[in-house]
C-alpha cells in the first residue's frame, strides 16, 4: 500500500466489523476492540501517539537500510514462548488443552506458509506470499523457573469483557501477565458486544499488558470454535498488530489515502468480509489483480484468510527485533534447568545450528538410565525421529535429519520418570 510522505503513527484499529445478517444495508457492530483500546491508552497516556511517530520512523529508516537484502524466504527462524491465561466464567469457557494447541498449530502453520489453503492465493498475488521468522510454542519453563504446560487458568465472576484490560490482571478479575520480555501472552476469554479480540502494538517502552486477547470461540480450530471464524485466523491477524502490522486499506474510512507502510500490499478502500472471488476491485483499487482481501490483516472470514507478504514479513522481523529483542531469544520453550539437574539428564546437541547430521552427546549424563527414549519434533509438533537408546550414559547418537527443512527442531530425552529437552536448528 503507499506510504504516506509525513509518518503519522496511527495505532492501529482492529475495528472489524460483522457481517451483515440480513439482505440490503445494515449496521455491523464492532468485531474487535483495539481502536477503542488505544484511544484508552492514549487518555493514560498523552505521550503515545508520539512515542508511536517516533517508533515508525526508526521503523522505517531500518527497514529502508534492509531493503536491499530481502528475500521472500527468511533463513532464520525465532521459536517464541506462548503463555495463554484461560479466564473462564462457565464450563464452556474454559477451553481445552487441545483447542489451545489446535492454535498454536494454526499460527505455526501460517507464520510459516505451511498452511494447506496457500493454493487458493490468486496468482496475481502468489510470488508476494511469504513465510516469516516467527515460530511459537507453549512455554515449557514459568517465571519461577519451573515446569510448566504453558497455559494457566482461572474461574472469574466476570460475564464478559471489554478492551479494557481488566482480562489481563488478578485484580481485576483476569491473571497478569507472565514477563513480556520473555513470554508472548494471550488471553482466551468472552468478550461482550461481538468482539473477537483486541491487541496492543509494540512499543519501545514496554507495558504489563503487552499481548492479544482472544474470545474462546474464535480461538483455534477445534472444540467451542464457531464458525466463520473457526480456523484460528483471528489470532494470526492480532498478532500481526502485535508484531507492527496495520489493517491492510490503512484505516482511512475509504478515501484511498491512508497507509499500512507496507509495500507490496495493494491500495485498498476498505475491509473486506466473506470471501470475495478473486480477482475484486474497490473504489481504490482497478488493478488485474486487484484488492488482497486473502491477506491475515484483512476482515474476511477464516476459510478465505491465506497469506502475508514479504514485507510484511520483514516489517513484523524488524519491528520485534528492535522493540521485544529478547522474545527472540529467550529459552522459555526449554525444560527448567532445575529440572534437568534434578533428573540428571544433561546432555548437549552439537553441531548447532547442523546441515542435518545431528549428535546427541549424552557423556555428561550425571546417572546411568538402562534405557532412555529420543524424540525429535518440528515447531508444529510433527515427530520427525523417534528411537529409543539402551545404555545411553557415556554414548553419542547420530541422527540424520538432512531430509528436513530448514528450521527449528526440538530433541527431547525421557523415559517415565524424567524430560530434557533442547533446542536446535537445521540451517543449510
Not at 526449554?334 to 547442523?354: H, I, K, R
Request: charged residues 15%.
Amino acid at each position: 500500500m503507499k506510504r504516506l510522505l509525513l509518518l503519522i503513527a496511527v495505532f492501529t484499529s482492529c475495528s472489524v466489523l460483522v457481517k451483515a445478517q440480513t439482505s440490503g444495508t445494515a449496521t455491523r457492530p464492532e468485531k474487535c476492540g483495539t481502536m477503542s483500546h488505544l484511544d484508552a491508552m492514549k487518555l493514560q497516556n498523552p505521550g503515545l501517539e508520539q512515542q508511536m511517530a517516533s517508533d515508525e520512523a526508526r521503523l522505517q529508516n531500518i527497514m529502508d537500510q534492509q531493503a536491499a537484502s530481502r528475500t521472500s524466504s527468511p533463513s532464520v527462524v525465532y521459536t517464541i514462548p506462548v503463555v495463554v491465561h484461560v479466564v473462564y466464567r462457565t464450563t464452556g469457557q474454559n477451553i481445552s488443552n487441545a483447542q489451545i494447541q489446535s492454535q498454536i498449530d494454526v499460527l505455526n502453520e501460517d507464520y510459516a506458509k505451511l498452511n494447506a489453503d496457500t493454493v487458493n492465493i490468486g496468482s496475481g498475488f502468489q510470488a508476494l506470499a511469504s513465510s516469516t521468522q516467527f515460530q511459537f510454542c507453549l512455554a515449557n519453563t514459568d517465571p519461577n523457573g519451573n515446569l510448566t504446560t504453558g497455559i494457566e487458568r482461572v474461574q472469574t465472576t466476570t460475564t464478559a469483557f471489554t478492551q479494557n484490560d481488566n482480562v489481563k490482571h488478578t485484580s481485576t478479575g483476569g491473571l497478569d501477565a507472565w514477563d513480556v520480555n520473555n513470554y508472548f501472552n494471550i488471553w482466551v476469554c468472552n468478550m461482550s458486544g461481538g468482539i473477537l479480540g483486541y491487541a496492543e502494538f509494540p512499543a519501545a517502552t514496554h507495558t504489563n499488558t503487552y499481548g492479544v486477547v482472544i474470545q474462546y470461540n474464535s480461538f483455534g480450530r477445534v472444540g467451542t470454535v464457531s464458525a466463520p471464524y473457526n480456523l484460528g485466523r483471528t489470532a494470526a491477524h492480532e498478532i500481526g498488530h502485535c508484531f507492527r502490522l496495520y489493517h491492510i486499506w490503512g484505516d482511512d474510512g475509504g478515501s484511498c489515502s491512508g497507509t499500512d507502510y507496507v509495500a507490496d500490499t495493494p491500495n485498498q478502500a476498505d475491509m473486506t468480509y466473506g470471501c470475495l472471488n478473486y480477482p475484486a476491485n474497490d473504489a481504490c483499487n482497478s488493478t488485474a489483480s486487484g484488492i488482497m482481501f486473502n491477506n491475515y490483516m484483512d476482515y474476511s472470514d477464516d476459510d478465505c484468510l491465506n497469506m502475508f507478504t514479504v514485507n510484511q514479513a520483514a516489517r513484523m522481523y524488524t519491528a520485534v527485533n528492535t522493540m521485544y529483542n529478547t522474545l527472540l531469544h529467550s529459552t522459555r520453550c526449554e525444560s527448567p534447568n532445575g529440572v534437568n539437574e534434578v533428573n540428571n539428564l544433561a546432555f548437549s546437541v552439537y553441531p548447532n545450528p547442523t546441515d542435518g547430521i545431528v549428535n546427541i552427546d549424552m557423556f555428561t549424563l550425571q546417572q546411568k538410565f538402562p534405557k532412555l527414549n529420543l524424540r525429535v519434533t518440528d515447531v508444529v509438533g510433527r515427530v520427525v525421529s523417534e528411537t529409543s537408546v539402551e545404555n545411553p550414559s557415556g554414548r553419542v547418537e547420530q541422527l540424520d535429519l538432512s531430509n528436513e527443512a530448514n528450521g527449528i527442531y526440538f530433541v527431547t530425552l525421557y523415559n517415565n520418570e524424567v524430560s530434557k529437552t533442547v533446542k536446535f536448528t537445521i540451517a543449510r
